[in-house]
């Protein structure tokens, strides 16, 4: 009975240990998919414009805190770049003019701050969420004329708000993996859904 008395402890211990590191500081990497729409660059009326899509990567530090019971609050920031990029052919304009008129899209570099509230699952190992908050993206518009270098180049970042939910899991008493939704609106008919994954370390 003794030595089962030894593993219970121990087994109490990591989940004790689990639940000691679901606040305070956090350092993160996360990366997945990335489908950006936006309306056409030829008029802003104009929704034929595709979904860009391709994957996203980044990097995130946050700080959580308990507040009450299981619930937590916490702040985060985070950088992510894009491997999203589309090109384009305007129908309408290539019937009305000479030549293959197209447009190109590229999400560029994302700077996000974020609040985030949740409640502790089980033995606290386990964390759902849900985030709002701020967004910053760098987005790059082309104009080309027969598939030949860009006639009309355009750079802009735009604000949006974002919002989103997910899941962290403690894997030892310091790291964490986690999935994450994020839904992005910037206006002008520009909206960004993303599904990420990410591995993390709590200080």
């Known amino acids: 009975m003794g030595r089962w ?30 489908d950006v729409s936006h309306r056409s660059f030829f008029s802003p009326s104009d929704s034929t414009f595709g979904p860009v899509q391709g994957g996203v990567y980044g990097v995130g530090v946050g700080y959580d805190a308990k507040i ?55 033995a606290d190992r386990t964390r759902i969420y849900g985030l709002v908050g701020y ?33 962290e899991h403690n894997l030892t008493d310091r790291f964490y993996g986690k999935i994450e939704y994020r839904f992005s609106d910037y206006g002008s008919g520009i909206n960004r859904n993303q599904a990420i994954v990410g591995v993390g370390i709590r200080f």
Request: overall charge neutral; charged content about 15%.
């Open 5 to 34: 008395k030894l593993y219970l402890a121990a087994i109490l211990s990591i989940g004790m240990s689990g639940a000691a590191f679901a606040q305070g500081a956090r350092a993160e990497i996360h990366g997945g998919f990335d």
């Open 68 to 122: 009450q019971g299981r619930v937590f609050a916490g702040i985060e920031g985070n950088v992510d770049f894009s491997t999203a990029g589309r090109c384009q052919v305007n129908p309408l304009v290539a019937f009305v003019a000479p030549g293959i008129f197209e447009s190109c899209l590229s999400p560029e570099r994302d700077l996000s701050a974020n609040a985030r509230l949740g409640v502790a699952l089980g």
């Open 135 to 167: 967004t910053n993206l760098g987005l790059t518009s082309s104009f080309q004329v027969n598939r030949g270098p860009a006639t009309s180049m355009r750079s802009e970042n735009r604000d949006g708000v974002r919002v989103g939910a997910g899941l």
